[in-house]
């Protein structure tokens, strides 16, 4: 069970910058993610049970906002030098030079094969094929105090 204290403490962390990680693996179904294959299940489950929530903090997947993409968003609009390196090992052009390491990498690899330049890369990965500038990164989810955990709340 997350406690008010750990949510505020979560939500801060989202609020703050410079949250980067060190990625070792793409997650993949092979390390750790889940396929659900009854989408339909967590929607309707998701739909009755959220009656009991508000919905704290939702992280929009566009403009500056978006921690996960935003030297990607701020080069894709305004491709120069500056905006290709800025942040170092968490730059544009490091993340392009990493792409082959990213679970999305498969996806994208055949839209990009014939890809002139890096603007063009970037803006696979934002729009399309991948839409990843237009697609939600995550939803915080405020517990009643009443619940005692909330796993039990979505089974």
Request: charged share 25%.
């Amino acid at each position: 069970m997350l406690s008010e204290t750990e949510i505020s403490r979560q939500k801060s962390l989202l609020e703050s910058e410079g949250n980067f990680v060190d990625i070792a693996v793409p997650a993949t179904p092979e390390k750790g993610i889940t396929i659900i294959s009854d989408q339909q299940h967590y929607i309707d489950c998701y739909d009755e049970k959220s009656k009991n929530y508000t919905v704290e903090k939702f992280v929009p997947a566009s403009g500056a906002a978006t921690r996960m993409f935003k030297r990607l968003i701020a080069f894709n609009n305004e491709p120069n030098l500056k905006n290709l390196h800025d942040g170092d090992n968490y730059s544009v052009k490091a993340t392009i030079d990493a792409l082959p390491k990213f679970a999305f990498f498969d996806t994208l690899k055949d839209s990009i094969r014939n890809a002139e330049n890096l603007e063009e890369i970037s803006d696979k990965i934002l729009h399309e094929p991948l839409n990843y500038a237009g697609l939600p990164k995550g939803l915080v989810v405020r517990v009643p105090l009443s619940r005692n955990r909330f796993s039990k709340a979505w089974q």
